[in-house]
Structures are given as C-alpha cells and as structure tokens.
C-alpha cells in the first residue's frame, strides 16, 4: 500500500509539473532554422515568458526573410507588433479550414490582453477566401486580409499551435499607439526640466498679484509669513487697536489684584499679632 500511495503522488506530481510547463515556444521553434530571427524577438522582447505563461496558445510566425522588417525598430515597438500574432486559443489548420466562408472570425490577440490596444487593434479577423484559403488580417479600421496561411509548423493539441503566414500583419496606428502609451514616464521628465508644471504656476501667480489692486499684496504678504504676521497683518487697521487694549486690561487686573492680596496680608499679619 505504501508503494502504490509513493507511487500515486509521483504520478500526480509529474502530471502537474507537466501541466505547468505544457510548451516552451522557443524550444519549439529553435528546431526550424527558418524561424531563427521570429524566435529570437520573441526571447529579446520577452514575450516568450508570457506566452509560455498561457495554456492555450496559438502564434503566427514569419520566416526570416518576411520578419526581416522589424529589424531596427523599438523592441517595445517589436513586442506590440508580435504580441497581435499571438491567439488566445488553440487554432489548427483543421479547425481554421472549418470556419465558414461567408463571414469574418474575430479572434483575440495577446495584445489586447495587455490592455494597451485601441481602436480594435488587439483583434484580428480571419476569412477563408479564394476557395479556401486562410487569410489574416487586423481587425482595426483600415485592416486588410494582407497575409495568408502558410503551413503547420508544430502543435501540442490542445496546448498550443504554431502556424507559418506569409507575411506579418499590418495593425494600422500601432506605431502611433507604441509612441502615445510606452512613455508614460516621458511627458513629467520632459516637462519638469523645462520647468513648465512647477514654474509656471509660480509666475502666473505673480502677474495676476502685480497686475491687481493692492489689495492682492496683502494677501501675500500673508502667505509669505508663516504663523507671526497674519495675527498683525490680518487686519491692519481695527485689530491692532483691538488688540492693544487687550494687554492694558490685564495689566490693571494684575495691579488690582496684587493690591488686594496686600490687604489681605496686612488684616492677617495684625490677627496674628494680637
């Protein structure tokens, strides 16, 4: 009993490690020279780690010569085109060859996982054209069904599949959007050299004080002292005078209170004497 209980929690343990690392897409596409370059973005921009992540997975690769136009481009920039190229489900040629001819398949990419797609453009349609022939295209405004299937290139059903198109997809704005949505960190540091968000209010706030009444110094005079002028310089003219009578006051209690206990002390000093 003890053997088949040893036994019985090795199986569930090879099956569980084996369902959390069902596919290793670089390892799958390192055994086809012709998808070097395609491999080799997806490890450089690391989206490899975030398909290996999924459990079902499709991608559409390029050849070397087709994927051959990214080159030089921004890696954010790579990452976001490839990332359209990767289905969130498992697609075939079997199950590609049964969609129906007549209307246009909406699939969801990885890109619109990320969130940062616009405008459709983490969608892509596919249509069965020309008697049967798969072809892809960005579900964007102005997307066109430019590239078409062009083989299987390996597949773990129902992990994930690896199809060859002849061409990468054009996502129309994705540029655009790379641009707008990479750097958010950009727009403060460019304006905080400049100086625009933090000086510019400082001399929009002194024209308006300089060009007022003078009425728009007092104000700041204010502002500037801390805790000892706004007592003084709060109201100028009737609380100064309002003030002073104040410590006048006190001091004439002191002095009458000071006499009284003068008295007193002479009343008890002449019981005690007699």
Same mark, same amino acid.
């Given at each position: 009993?003890?053997?088949?209980?040893?036994?019985?929690?090795?199986?569930?343990?090879?099956?569980?490690?084996?369902?959390?690392?069902?596919?290793?897409?670089?390892?799958?596409?390192?055994?086809?020279?012709?998808?070097?370059?395609?491999?080799?973005?997806?490890?450089?921009?690391?989206?490899?780690?975030?398909?290996?992540?999924?459990?079902?997975?499709?991608?559409?690769?390029?050849?070397?010569?087709?994927?051959?136009?990214?080159?030089?481009?921004?890696?954010?920039?790579?990452?976001?085109?490839?990332?359209?190229?990767?289905?969130?489900?498992?697609?075939?040629?079997?199950?590609?060859?049964?969609?129906?001819?007549?209307?246009?398949?909406?699939?969801?990419?990885?890109?619109?996982?990320?969130?940062?797609?616009?405008?459709?453009?983490?969608?892509?349609?596919?249509?069965?054209?020309?008697?049967?022939?798969?072809?892809?295209?960005?579900?964007?405004?102005?997307?066109?069904?430019?590239?078409?299937?062009?083989?299987?290139?390996?597949?773990?059903?129902?992990?994930?599949?690896?199809?060859?198109?002849?061409?990468?997809?054009?996502?129309?704005?994705?540029?655009?959007?790379?641009?707008?949505?990479?750097?958010?960190?950009?727009?403060?540091? +460019? /304006? *905080? @050299?400049?100086?625009?968000?933090?000086?510019?209010?400082?001399?929009? =706030?002194? &024209? #308006?004080?300089?060009? $007022?009444?003078?009425?728009?110094?007092?104000?700041?005079?204010?502002?500037?002292?801390? +805790? /000892? *002028? @706004?007592?003084?310089?709060?109201?100028?003219?009737?609380?100064?005078? =309002?003030? &002073? #009578?104040?410590?006048? $006051?006190?001091?004439?209690?002191?002095?009458?209170?000071?006499?009284?206990?003068?008295?007193?002390?002479?009343?008890?000093?002449?019981?005690?004497?007699?």
């Amino acid at each position: 009993m003890d053997s088949r209980a040893i036994s019985a929690a090795f199986l569930v343990n090879f099956l569980l490690f084996s369902a959390a690392s069902a596919f290793n897409v670089t390892k799958l596409l390192s055994q086809f020279p012709d998808f070097t370059n395609f491999n080799d973005f997806l490890t450089q921009t690391k989206l490899a780690d975030e398909i290996n992540s999924r459990a079902t997975i499709t991608v559409l690769a390029v050849d070397n010569g087709a994927v051959s136009g990214l080159n030089g481009k921004p890696m954010d920039l790579v990452k976001r085109i490839l990332s359209v190229h990767v289905i969130l489900d498992y697609y075939d040629e079997k199950k590609l060859s049964q969609l129906s001819s007549d209307n246009t398949t909406v699939l969801t990419t990885m890109f619109q996982a990320t969130g940062a797609a616009t405008k459709q453009q983490g969608f892509l349609k596919v249509k069965l054209i020309n008697e049967g022939e798969v072809a892809f295209g960005s579900a964007a405004d102005g997307g066109t069904f430019d590239s078409k299937l062009v083989k299987s290139v390996a597949s773990q059903p129902y992990n994930i599949s690896v199809l060859q198109i002849s061409s990468p997809i054009q996502v129309p704005g994705i540029e655009s959007t790379a641009t707008n949505s990479t750097p958010p960190s950009p727009p403060p540091s +460019a /304006s *905080s @050299p400049a100086g625009s968000p933090k000086k510019a209010p400082t001399p929009s =706030a002194d &024209s #308006p004080s300089k060009a $007022d009444a003078p009425a728009a110094d007092k104000p700041k005079a204010k502002a500037d002292a801390p +805790a /000892s *002028s @706004p007592p003084k310089g709060a109201d100028s003219g009737g609380d100064a005078d =309002a003030a &002073s #009578p104040g410590p006048s $006051d006190s001091s004439d209690a002191s002095r009458i209170i000071f006499a009284g206990g003068a008295v007193v002390m002479a009343v008890i000093s002449s019981m005690m004497a007699l």
